[in-house]
C-alpha cells in the first residue's frame, strides 16, 4: 500500500458527460501528478501541483483540469467525455516536486469507461 | 521531443536465470532515470534510481545501469522468481525543474518456472 488513495475505483459514464477524480496523497506530500495510461499510449503525464500551484504541465487536453486544494488532496476533471478518453488514470504524490530524484508513489488508480 | 524506447514489449525468462531489460531514449539527457514495477490493474511501484554520474546502482537482486554516451539504461534481475513477473518501467525526468516523469512503454517479463 503506497498510502495514495483515489476514488473511485471505477467509473462508467457515457460520451459527452463530465467526471471527477480524487486523489489523497500520502502524509505530508506536498506534490500530486496525474498520468493516463491507456493501451497504446503507455502512462503518460498529464499534470502536476506543489502546495496547490500547478507545477507542470503535459499532454492534458483543454477538456481536462485539474486543481490541489489547501488539504493537498486533489482532483481531476475531465469533461466532454469521447471514447477514447477510456483509460486508467493514476495519480501519484511525492514529498516535494522540484528535484527529479524525488520518488514517486502511485495510487490505485481510477478506471474510466467511456461508452 | 524526447523519445523512450524499451527493447521488448514481453519476455520469458527460466526461474533462477538473470532478465535483463533495456531502455534507450533519443533526444534527451536526463539527470536521474528510475525504474518501477507494474502488476496487472495496480499503480507502478518505484524501484530503483540512477542519476547521470552513477554507472551503476544495486538492490539486492536488482542492478540498474546507466550508459549516458549510449543514452541506454540496463536493468537486470538475478536469480529470477516467479514473483518477479510484472511489467517494468523506466522513467526520465523531464528537466523542467518539477519533478513529472516520462515514462517508456514498458517491458512485460514472465519467469517460468
Known amino acids: 500500500d503506497s498510502g495514495v488513495t483515489q476514488t473511485p475505483k471505477h467509473l462508467i459514464t457515457a460520451t459527452g458527460q463530465r467526471v471527477t477524480l480524487r486523489c489523497s496523497p500520502r502524509?505530508?506530500?506536498?506534490?500530486v501528478y496525474w498520468y493516463q495510461q491507456s493501451l497504446d499510449q503507455g502512462l503518460q503525464f498529464l499534470i502536476q501541483y506543489y502546495n496547490g500551484e500547478e507545477r507542470a504541465k503535459g499532454n492534458i487536453l483543454e477538456r481536462f483540469s485539474a486543481q490541489q486544494f489547501p488539504d493537498l488532496h486533489s482532483e481531476l476533471n475531465l469533461s466532454s467525455l469521447e471514447l477514447g478518453d477510456s483509460a486508467l488514470y493514476f495519480c501519484?504524490?511525492?514529498?516535494?516536486?522540484?528535484?527529479?530524484?524525488?520518488?514517486?508513489?502511485f495510487g490505485p488508480g481510477t478506471r474510466l469507461t467511456v461508452l | 521531443s524526447q523519445k523512450i524506447e524499451q527493447n521488448s514489449e514481453a519476455l520469458n525468462i527460466q526461474e533462477g536465470k538473470t532478465a535483463t531489460l533495456t531502455c534507450n531514449y533519443t533526444?534527451?539527457?536526463?539527470?536521474?532515470l528510475q525504474w518501477y514495477r507494474q502488476d496487472p490493474g495496480r499503480g507502478p511501484v518505484f524501484l530503483l534510481l540512477?542519476?547521470?554520474?552513477?554507472k551503476e546502482k544495486r538492490k539486492e537482486r536488482l542492478k540498474v545501469t546507466f550508459d549516458t554516451t549510449l543514452k541506454q539504461s540496463l536493468f537486470h534481475i538475478t536469480a529470477s522468481q516467479p514473483a518477479d513477473s510484472a511489467t517494468y518501467l523506466c522513467?526520465?525526468?523531464?528537466?523542467?525543474?518539477?519533478?513529472?516523469?516520462?515514462f517508456g512503454t514498458g517491458t512485460r517479463l514472465t519467469v517460468i518456472p
Open positions: 502524509s505530508g506530500d506536498l506534490s
Open positions: 522513467a526520465l525526468d523531464s528537466q523542467t525543474g518539477a519533478n513529472n516523469l516520462f
Open positions: 540512477i542519476r547521470e554520474n552513477e
Open positions: 501519484a504524490s511525492s514529498p516535494q516536486g522540484s528535484l527529479g530524484s524525488d520518488t514517486q508513489y
Open positions: 533526444n534527451y539527457s536526463p539527470a536521474y
